[in-house]
């Protein structure tokens, strides 16, 4: 489980997770964060950032492609729905989530499985801890900057944790969260390019999580992978 996991473009709490990990969401700390005032959601527009990771084993590098695909209302107020695709290690994750724009409160999360049918998630209800650590997280401004990265120049605000000693540089110009670049510890996230044409990749039918079904189908999944890999280890020692 990377970072860039699913929001967290939007707060630089970047994450990137697997699956189920919609469910656990939540966008408490946009409420009280002066970087709020960047958050732009405008439907077909997205953006790609990649993560550098530096360890004692080398350098990991991760992709994660973030959009808004459509708009909603819930209760009343007004919402959208930001799809997310991770690429790292492991295969491609796709979520997306239905927010709404005043409290930036997650109402429904679907995800979808390589070959498989969309499925949605039922909210999962996060500790008030956590929130309350994610609320804390205030950012200040240290000036404005110009700064390049993959996606080109952009003039940025820059954002500075004392807390946790985390760097963000934001703009305008970038949709739908406006962050260019993190530093956070041994990660550098920086934007890679804008999407002016995002496209929704979650179509079709979405059934209901079943958590038992979906536990046999990955049993099975891996129990396919030992014998291909058995296999081909019989097959190169014969």
């Not at 966008?27 to 990771?53: D, H």
Request: charged fraction near 25%.
């Amino acid at each position: 489980m990377k970072r860039l996991s699913l929001v967290a473009a939007a707060c630089c709490l970047f994450f990137i997770a697997a699956a189920p990990a919609p469910a656990q969401v939540d966008l408490n700390f946009f409420k009280r964060s002066s970087i709020a005032k960047y958050l732009n959601p405008v439907v077909g527009k997205g953006a790609e950032y990649r993560s550098t990771e530096k360890d004692s084993s080398g350098a990991k590098i991760h992709s994660t492609v973030i959009g808004i695909v459509g708009k909603d209302t819930v209760e009343g107020k007004a919402a959208f729905w930001m799809e997310v695709t991770s690429e790292g290690e492991r295969p491609p994750s796709l979520g997306k989530m239905l927010i709404t724009r005043d409290d930036f409160g997650v109402h429904r999360t679907i995800f979808k499985l390589p070959g498989q049918q969309a499925m949605e998630m039922p909210l999962t209800p996060i500790q008030g801890g956590r929130a309350e650590k994610m609320e804390e997280k205030e950012w200040r401004s240290v000036g404005i900057e110009p700064l390049s990265v993959p996606a080109g120049t952009f003039l940025c605000e820059h954002f500075h944790n004392d807390k946790t000693n985390e760097d963000m540089w934001s703009s305008d110009k970038v949709t739908p969260f406006g962050m260019v670049k993190l530093l956070d510890g041994n990660t550098t996230t920086v934007l890679a390019r804008l999407i002016p044409d995002f496209q929704d990749r979650i179509t079709g039918p979405v059934k209901q999580f079943d958590p038992q079904a979906f536990k046999q189908q990955m049993m099975q999944k891996q129990n396919q992978n030992q014998n291909q890999n058995q296999n081909q280890n019989q097959n190169q020692n014969q």
